[in-house]
């Protein structure tokens, strides 16, 4: 389980985990890997997340994703949408960071 970002509702994100969980047992999923112990988890193969709210939202909003199974199209396409948005808005803005490292190259 991956923990949720801080501004996540609590309730939400548990009942959403659970969700999960009860499909997963519905499906009789197997467990595909071991849970991680101490630090042999590092040594083990692991599906890659998303690496930005891009990937994960895309993830999210493919045909068939267990969010759609989980949560229901409604939910995951208005979710999604608002994801979308959000990017949009990321990637037009400009850091700090950037104004400090590339404002010599202008």
Do not use: K, Q
């Not at 193969?45 to 895309?58: G, I, V």
Request: with cysteine.
């Amino acid at each position: 389980i991956r923990v949720p970002g801080a501004d996540a509702n609590p309730y939400l994100a548990v009942a959403a985990i659970l969700a999960c969980g009860l499909e997963g047992v519905r499906r009789r999923l197997p467990l595909r890997l071991a849970p991680a112990a101490g630090d042999d988890g590092a040594a083990v193969p692991r599906r890659r997340l998303a690496r930005d709210l891009r990937e994960a939202y895309e993830e999210m909003a493919a045909e068939g994703s267990f969010a759609r199974t989980v949560l229901g199209d409604a939910f995951v396409e208005h979710f999604v949408g608002t994801r979308r948005h959000e990017w949009g808005l990321w990637s037009r803005a400009v850091t700090t960071w950037e104004l400090s490292r590339y404002i010599e190259v202008v």
